[in-house]
């Protein structure tokens, strides 16, 4: 009966601690707002909320990004600035958007025959492999002058369907 009593009194102290410690993790929830430049509908912003997810997941919960489609709080292409006067938390976008501030911005777009002939994976080893992100975030803060840094994650990869100079010539073969 005494072991009994101690073994109950040990789970329950254990389960005292878990839900003081779940409690501490709660009280400690950091929310960052952030903001895509793409819609809820198109395949860009699934990106942005697997990621999202996965942040949420590897935090265990104290670190919750509120993914927002584009224009929820500011104009799609107003979130740079956004960031930088932290009216958001946070944004993802691409590189290219950005090209009216700085030309240079296009080099840190990858995609089909992107920066320097690398597709988006090799555009992601040479910014995490090989300075391409040091080189990255000192164009952002040194040259547009904004307080911010990138993390690049998931690239979209390439088109989906091809082109052609005409609708005719597909339709008759």
């Not at 102290?13 to 903001?35: D, G, N, R, Y």
């Not at 040479?126 to 690239?155: D, S």
Request: hydrophobic share 45%.
């Amino acid at each position: 009966m005494k072991r009994l009593f101690l073994g109950l009194v040990a789970v329950a102290l254990i389960a005292s601690a878990f839900v003081a410690s779940t409690t501490t993790v709660m009280a400690q929830t950091k929310v960052l707002k952030m903001q895509a430049t793409w819609p809820a509908s198109l395949t860009l912003y699934d990106n942005f909320t697997y990621f999202v997810d996965r942040v949420n997941k590897l935090s265990a919960g104290a670190l919750k990004i509120e993914a927002m489609p584009a224009g929820q709080v500011v104009p799609a292409f107003e979130v740079l600035d956004a960031t930088h006067k932290k009216v958001l938390d946070g944004a993802h976008a691409w590189a290219g958007y950005w090209t009216g501030k700085n030309k240079t911005a296009i080099l840190f777009t990858g995609g089909p025959g992107g920066t320097f002939g690398m597709d988006y994976m090799d555009m992601m080893g040479w910014l995490y492999h090989g300075g391409g992100l040091e080189l990255y975030n000192e164009f952002y803060q040194k040259e547009l002058k904004l307080n911010l840094v990138v993390f690049p994650i998931l690239p979209a990869g390439p088109q989906a369907f091809g082109w052609s100079r005409s609708r005719s010539r597909r339709s008759r073969t």
